[in-house]
């Protein structure tokens, strides 16, 4: 069986919705959206804190030099964050305040407050949530992120993130992007594909060369 096939089900629905929708998942092809379920939402974190405000190339250069630190560890493990020095951490590529964020990551991790990865697949995502925006420099953004990639949780939309709300103006041919509370009461409507419907809106062709019209 494809890999990808377990999202035929959503694309379908998302296509179903209209025309653009349609004609958007034409253009970008099949969902390959890729979790890693493997990942305990402590390593999910520090990696969406290290990606963050990043693009894609600079955040792998920031982990593999996080790993290159612990080279004799597939990942870095809470305690090695908790001793890292400042100054390692900075030459990874870390900014001040993502070393602040890490850090008490990887202490939440330590004091409990970060379920192991058995416990926070039993609980619902806006408990989730509300429990780890509690840890400094976590937002609900970072913990969507977990939701998504760690978890697997099929009706996640970060209506806060720039790259989604841009291709929803995009596809929708909007003058300006819809506010995060807007969108979230828009996608209400692709519950609960909306992981799958956050897959496609990254993938808006940003040029308006009208390819989707």
Known sequence: MNLFSRY????AFLADQDEDWARLIDLVG???????????????????????????KAGDAIIGRL?????NRDFPTPDDLVAARFDALRACGFSASKIGTIKAIAQ?????????RPIAATMED?????????IKGIGRWTVEMLLMYALERMDVLP???????????????????????QLRAISKAWS??????????????????????
């Open 126 to 134: 806006e408990a989730l949530i509300e429990r780890m925006v509690a």
């Open 192 to 213: 609960p594909h909306r992981t799958v419907a956050a897959w496609y809106l990254w993938r808006v062709p940003r040029e308006r060369g009208n390819v989707l019209k």
């Open 30 to 56: 099949p969902c390959r959206h890729d979790p890693k379920a493997a990942r305990e939402p402590y390593e999910a974190l520090v990696r969406a804190i290290a990606y963050q405000q990043l693009t894609a």
């Open 67 to 71: 790993k290159g630190l612990f080279a």
């Open 159 to 181: 209506v806060d993130d720039f790259g989604v709300r841009e291709g929803y103006r995009v596809l929708k041919s909007l003058p300006e992007q819809p506010k995060p509370k």
């Open 8 to 11: 035929d089900d959503s694309v």
């Open 108 to 116: 939440g991790t330590l004091d409990g407050l970060i379920p192991a």
